[in-house]
């Protein structure tokens, strides 16, 4: 063990007995900046992007399961940040952050690459490990609870690069307007805030918003000075108010 | 044996609890110790859940009506598990941390999140009541292949989300607090039970809002059935994970569930055959508030204070 992992350690048993957490040693290790190295091995970099757009986060994955093993399409693992549980399902060929591409999935484990690195992850495991992510890709944060942290200049950035990414219907459920987003483009600023194919939005702000006034309705996201914006969405069945806090 | 072990935790008199704590010596064995049984005096009650714990369109208004929801409810029309502890004990608390849309496994409010902000509360609730599952299924895409659950997540995907959040239960909970695990209901038998309750209605508002379109876009009963099976496989990964939980944590939780399996027809969330009058008209979905009661009963008597046997008459009502 090295001296920074042991230090990591022992500021783990000391911090314990104070309900605590230390800084584990893939934190020590992993947080921070990344160089031009490192970004020409991602596999999934953000087209001419420079070193100084992205930053190395410390995370442990748990692979909880895997679904229709092999190399189809259909098959895919559901993986979750242990520190919030959020999940994801990946497939072959996505990645986790820009770094960490999916390369096989069987009923026994996952296969991750990260550069020239290849993991083996078995259904249950932990992987403590780093993920190298752009700054797009923080410019939303989903913080839980239907509420998100979004970044307006980031947002402004993402809007002009990949546009807004969607396109939306009038209908009516159970007398109550609303418009159904008919598609929402990957990448786009829709699916940035969290938004899927299919969902219903019922108001922005306490008003019912036209096809045309959806995006003006949402750009008030771009505006530093906006505080919240709320939004009125039913996904499937269920239906609710999701939260979009400037920070 | 773990067939013992459920019987232990549906019986609540001294008499059969030395029982009870007789088998369970037994029992340690093979990792379920007696001190399973240690429980305290309820104080306070939280619910981990979805859109049926917040009471969602259970007075037949579109949205959330936490006060109808079977957990944290006050609403004398459902007599929620919250109302049924603070008759016996007053001073009851509840603080429920339920989200709509939450699955077991997906996303950033599912049960082991939850299960987090449980743990961030001031203070720490000493019951536990988690509802999940309905979103696995009904978020999951219909698939047009030849299996229809292709797209679902596995049994041990599911069992491995309950058992990231039931750890994160035992690492902050006091000792002796119960936790309770309902079983899912089979969200296949949606398909018939809309189409009794307002035919056309419902396929319209099925299709317009994209509700659970993995069982109501599929006219095959047989595929339905396929997604039937699977959540009977994600409720046997549920009772499963709660009797290994037990044995994990048995010197600190209780933990309980409704599920006894598939053959135990009727005597849990997940093989009640819910039909036409059991869900909501208007978005030919969610309980409504005698739903909600039926919920409320059947959580109660599968819970440390009720009485098992009496599941068929919950659910009969």
């Known amino acids: 063990m090295n001296k920074t992992k042991q230090r990591g350690v022992a500021l783990g048993l000391g911090l314990a007995s104070l309900g605590m957490s230390a800084c584990t040693p893939a934190q020590i290790d992993n947080q921070g900046a990344v160089d031009e190295a490192e970004v020409r091995s991602l596999a999934a970099p953000e087209p001419g992007a420079s070193a100084g757009e992205y930053q190395r986060r410390a995370v442990t994955l748990r692979l909880f399961g895997t679904q229709g093993g092999g190399s189809g399409e259909a098959a895919f693992a559901t993986i979750a940040e242990t520190d919030t549980w959020q999940t994801r399902d990946v497939r072959i060929g996505q990645t986790l952050g820009r770094n960490l591409v999916l390369t096989a999935v069987t009923s026994e484990g996952v296969r991750l690459r990260d550069g020239a690195r290849s993991l083996w992850v078995p259904v249950g495991a932990d992987l403590p490990t780093a993920l190298i992510e752009h700054q797009y890709d923080r410019a939303v944060r989903d913080e839980g609870d239907h509420v998100y942290s979004v970044q307006p200049a980031l947002l402004k950035r993402l809007l002009a690069r990949y546009g807004f990414g969607g396109a939306a219907e009038q209908v009516t459920l159970a007398d109550q307007p609303a418009l159904r987003l008919s598609v929402v483009a990957p990448g786009g600023l829709l699916q940035r805030l969290g938004f899927a194919d299919g969902d219903l939005i019922f108001a922005v702000d306490g008003e019912a918003p036209t096809p045309a006034g959806l995006q003006p309705a949402l750009a008030r996201l771009l505006q530093p000075e906006s505080g919240a914006v709320l939004v009125r969405v039913a996904h499937g069945h269920s239906q609710w108010e999701a939260t979009y806090r400037t920070r | ?317």
């Open chain 2, 1 to 317: 044996m773990v067939h013992l072990t459920e019987k232990c935790s549906a019986k609540r008199h001294l008499s059969l609890r030395r029982v009870c704590l007789a088998l369970g010596v037994g029992m340690g064995m093979v990792g379920v110790s007696a001190s399973a049984h240690a429980q305290s005096a309820p104080s306070k009650l939280a619910g981990i859940g979805d859109s049926i714990s917040q009471g969602y369109s259970a007075n037949g208004w579109l949205g959330e009506h936490p006060d109808f929801g079977f957990v944290q409810g006050t609403d004398a029309a459902v007599n929620s598990v919250y109302s049924r502890f603070k008759a016996r004990v007053p001073s009851m608390a509840v603080q429920s941390v339920s989200v709509s849309g939450a699955e077991m496994v997906g996303g950033s409010n599912n049960a082991a999140a939850q299960a987090a902000r449980i743990c961030q509360q001031a203070q720490k609730p000493n019951r536990v009541v988690l509802e999940l599952g309905g979103n696995d299924v009904c978020n999951r895409a219909r698939s047009s292949g030849a299996d229809p659950t292709t797209n679902m997540y596995s049994a041990t995907t599911y069992r491995n989300a309950l058992k990231a959040a039931i750890d994160t239960l035992a690492g902050c909970l006091p000792q002796g607090a119960v936790v309770q695990v309902m079983s899912m209901p089979r969200v296949d038998y949606l398909y018939e039970a809309g189409i009794q309750r307002r035919g056309l209605y419902c396929q319209g508002v099925w299709s317009l809002a994209g509700i659970c379109r993995i069982v109501t876009g599929e006219t095959n009963a047989a595929r339905r059935a396929s997604v039937g099976a699977r959540i009977n496989e994600y409720n046997e990964a549920l009772g499963a994970e709660v009797s290994a939980a037990q044995a994990r944590h048995a010197a600190k939780l209780r933990i309980l569930t409704d599920w006894q399996g598939v053959a135990a027809s009727g005597r849990s969330l997940g093989t009640y055959r819910f039909t036409g009058p059991d869900i909501n008209g208007a978005d030919c979905f969610h309980p409504y508030s005698s739903g909600q009661r039926k919920l409320a009963c059947v959580a109660w008597e599968t819970g440390e204070f009720g009485v098992a046997a009496n599941v068929p008459s919950c659910v009969a009502q």
